[in-house]
Every structure is written in C-alpha cells, then in structure tokens.
C-alpha cells in the first residue's frame, strides 16, 4: 500500500507540475495574445493588391532627392530614408547602439516617422527601436506578425502601446507612399517559418527611376518564396540579406535583383563573422560595388530620381567567415 501512495503522489505530483506548466504557457501567450495589429486597411495605402505580382519600379513625380542613410549601428541594421517631408526608419540596430542611433536622428533634425519597419523581431533590429519609439511621434509601425516573446520585443510591444499605437501587419501588395517615393511589401510571404530571419518584411522602394530593395535578414527561402511569385525584384540597389550571412543572397535572387550597388550593414570584426566568403565571392564575381557600414561607417546614399551617388567609395570584398 505504502508503494501505490508513493506511485499517487508521483501521479499527483506531475499532474502538478503539468498544471503549472500549463499555467505559465496561459499566462505568456495571453501577456503576448494582447499584441494588437490594425485591421483597418491604412489611409496612406495606394492600393491593395494581395499576391499581386506587379512591383513599383518607378514613382510619378520627383522633387528633391531621396536620402538614404545606412547607419553605422555596430553588428545590425538601421535604415534611415527620407523624401521631402517623410520620414521612414527600417530597424533600430542593437540595445548598445541606443545612444549613437538617438544622436544620429538628433543630428538630423527627426521630429517624426512617417514609417517605421521593425523587419523582424531579432536585437541587432529591434534593440533600440522602442527608444525610438518613445523617443518620436510616428504614424504607422509596420512588423511581421511573428511569435516571440523576448524581453526586447516585450519592451518594443510596451513601447507602441504606451503611444496608443498598434502594429500594422505587412501586407504583400501593398504599396505606400513615402514623400513621392513609393514602396511596396514583398515579404513575408508565409504564414510560419523555423527561422525569424525569414519573417523579415522586404520592401522595394522607388524613386523615379531609381529602385531600393530593403531585405532584412530575409533568408533564401523568403528569396525563393518573392522568386516563384514571379515578382519583379530588380533593384539599383540592394541592402544584402542577413549583414552578408551565407543564408541569404542565392546566386538567383542576386541575379535577378542585378543591382548596380549593393550595402551590408554589419559589425567591425563582428563575431558573427559577417560578412560570408560565399556572399562576398558572388559579389566580386559579379563586380558589384558593396558598400560597408563596418568598413565605411554610416553610408548615405541620394538619389535624384535619376542617379544615385554615395557619400562614400566602395567598400573591399574582404570576408570574415565562410
Ligand atoms: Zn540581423
């Protein structure tokens, strides 16, 4: 008898235990279940047009220049672009990059985003975007609809919530506008992915003839994903993939990107060891210009809507991993 007790308190035990676990399942997913996105389809969308295949590849009008600039943030992204009076920022880079990234916006002369793009929910992207958020006013957040539940994006989450804002969730399509630029979202394109890399949300943005393609961190499935829709992914230039990671950039995608420069954003000696031997190779191959945040510091890159030009000279095609 002594034994079934033991075995029934063993039982009793693990119900337990299986009814805290429980517990603390409900609780996460009901703190996160309250990360709201907008239903409403956005004022500022041109149009609606869910799996379209068609992409910008030019805006109407110009005037005045389109400004670009790729932050030097450390190891991750911080785009910063701007057209007449709006304002976009793709990502916020890392937690430690907060002070030199509030800086740089101060030094500009930021008083509000039109857009900010959080692409995924990883820190070298989203570390010091709920600063940003705190920091300015904006009108429209767009992020992936993704599951996580790190203290970065929990603080991210708190961030837009306390400005009485909500995620706008991407919508391949759809196409905003951006002074006279024009952007449209071309990723993600699935519902669930292993990676969070592949929930990045890609952009092709236009100006006059110039064309811009932002990919996150996006990997070659999300590449594979733009290519087999039939999307039109040719670009002027193209910000690498994943800070230069053998994940991204397949010899496909780059080819049919065929951009005329390209930019990595990454660390110095970054112990990631970005950039890859594989991407650096393709783009040597192919004699495309990179442009480097670890080499070069923040780059910016104007277009008039005709030509593009760089603050900078090309980076070199050296690598630090395989
Ligand atoms: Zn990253």
Redesign the pocket.
Known sequence: MARKYKEDDVKVGKKILLGFIALAVILVIGRFSDVDFTQETDSDALEDTNNTVATVNSSQTTNGNLVIDFIDVG???SILIRQGDATMLIDGGTSECKDSLLSFLQSENIDKFDYIIGT?A?E??IGSLDDVVNTYDFDTILFPKSSTTTKTFENLVLAVKAKNKQFTAPEVGKVYELGDAVFQILAPNADSYASL?NYSIVIKLAYGDNTFLFT??AESISESEMMDKGMDLSADVLKIG??GSTTSTSKKFLEQVNPKYTVISCGRNNTYNHPTKTTMDKLKEANIPVYRTDEEGTIECVSDGTTITFNVEPGTYSYLGG
């Open positions: 190891q991750g992204d995924h990883h070298d992207h890399n996150g961190d994943h800070h």
